[in-house]
């Protein structure tokens, strides 16, 4: 299985490795001017059309260096890889990239009112790895997500929260490890969230879509993850779209 090579591949790591190496917007506008039947211009177009897009809907990707792309153009990233589909698809959406390198679910946590000074319909938590990673007390983890998806639904109790799901490898025991796991879906069931069961589902533990480190994926790696997140984003972004 995937993960297992996973496991394998990071268990060769150093823990201050571990520690460095696991953690790091698009934003479009059109404009132009309408004609009437007679060619004239109308003045009010471009106030038009900037109306439509700051009318469009929202998604911000909340989460570590997976999200930032550590070691790439943002661009390659796969939260700008979602945005390009959903640009492709016409759909009323833009993606905010709110992704930083290093950031635990404490750091989190103490940013999230900063984030979220712009309203989010679709808010995706990509988050908690950093703290696995470190050993730190799952306690903790758990009580910081918390916050950022109580924060969330103070700003706007209608955001549709997708929390993404991770794994580490066994070097902390194998029951830190599982309820790591467990943690995801826990928090998911319990805040009616949509769950991403694993983001690095098909990718971690492959040596070829994956940097030096063991963890990072590369640009392929990328293009991957970003098929496992539309499986769960498309159904919600296509929902949304049909129930303003």
Request: with cysteine; charged share 20%.
């Amino acid at each position: 299985m995937p993960y297992l090579r996973w496991r394998q591949v990071v268990s060769g790591l150093t823990g201050a490795a571990l520690v460095c190496t696991l953690l790091a917007g698009c934003n479009s506008k059109s404009s132009g001017d309408a004609e009437t039947a007679s060619g004239e211009k109308q003045a009010s177009a471009p106030a038009a059309t900037s109306s439509a897009a700051v009318a469009k809907k929202v998604i911000v990707f909340y989460g570590n260096s997976l999200a930032a792309g550590y070691g790439l153009d943002p661009s390659q990233a796969f939260p700008a890889l979602i945005g390009k589909r959903i640009d492709s698809l016409g759909l009323p959406y833009k993606v905010v990239n709110a992704g930083l390198s290093g950031e635990t679910s404490a750091g989190g946590k103490s940013r999230i009112s900063w984030v979220l000074r712009q309203s989010a319909d679709i808010f995706v938590l990509e988050l908690g790895g950093n703290d696995g990673l470190r050993g730190l007390p799952l306690s903790s983890t758990r009580e910081n997500l918390q916050a950022i998806m109580d924060t969330v639904r103070h700003k706007n109790p209608e955001t549709t929260i997708v929390i993404a799901g991770m794994q580490i490898p066994p070097n902390l025991g194998t029951t830190y490890t599982k309820e790591f796991r467990e943690l995801f879906k826990q928090l998911a069931d319990k805040n009616n969230a949509i769950l991403i069961p694993f983001l690095l589902e098909g990718v971690g533990g492959i040596p070829r879509l994956n940097q030096a480190d063991g963890i990072h994926p590369t640009a392929e790696g990328h293009r991957m993850v970003a098929e496992n997140v539309w499986k769960v984003l498309e159904p919600v972004v296509r929902k949304a779209e049909t129930n303003p």
